[in-house]
């Protein structure tokens, strides 16, 4: 039995290193599917932009996790979830712009905000405000990190734990991750879900998957798996209490 699974670099989740498909997500993935007796994994890099209609027409058998959303959930079939995760910069060491949350960098005209297209983000600062004058559309997470060092955009957002990690990764001190402070509206802080997705007609290979997830999820091997890629119970219980 075969499954192509398509991945795009994003450390910790997913990346290629010496040819070869690593990460988090990556990981889980290889994990759950061997369980359920696939023989053959395959691991097709792509863009953002790409998973959903590639995994929607077939090209391939399943995404790695993304955020799930009712727009996305009208494409596509998610799994149960497997991480939940807030969102959070990347800027330049010492932060010159005290930018920590959408909000913040909203009050400011001269900032500038870069996002990959059609990840989550991209809502979530037009509804905190950010306007769309300050917001630079990426295809490659490597263009936005660029972007931020050469001082073209003051903050790239994405999940604060893959900031913290991309942060860590590059040496010299040059960036800075900074997890988005809480709204101060009262609202309680809800953290976004993330799951594996699936062709609406592939359903035999999304509840095998998902047979295996709710057995496997929280426990040993998959929270010692997790660690070495950075997540942590904070970013796992969420997802068990669903």
Known sequence: MKVTIAYIDEPPFGWTEDRTAIGADIDLAEVVLRAIGVTWIEHHPTTFSELLP???????DMNVPLFVTPDRANLVAFSVPVWAIGDGFLVRAGNPKALDSYASLAKRDDA????????VQHDSARASGVRENQIAIFEHQA???DAVRSGAIDAYASTAL??????DRIKGSIFEAVEHKPET???????????????????DLRNAV???LRSYLGSPDHRARMAKFGLTRNEIDPVLAR
């Open 210 to 212: 998902n047979s295996q």
């Open 54 to 60: 590639g995994v929607e027409t077939g090209r391939w």
């Open 112 to 119: 500038r905000l870069g996002i990959i297209a059609g990840q």
């Open 185 to 203: 509206n009262g609202k309680r802080q809800e953290v976004p879900f993330g799951a594996f997705s699936f062709g609406k007609r592939n359903n």
């Open 143 to 145: 263009e936005a990190i």
């Open 162 to 167: 893959g900031n913290r990690i991309m942060a």
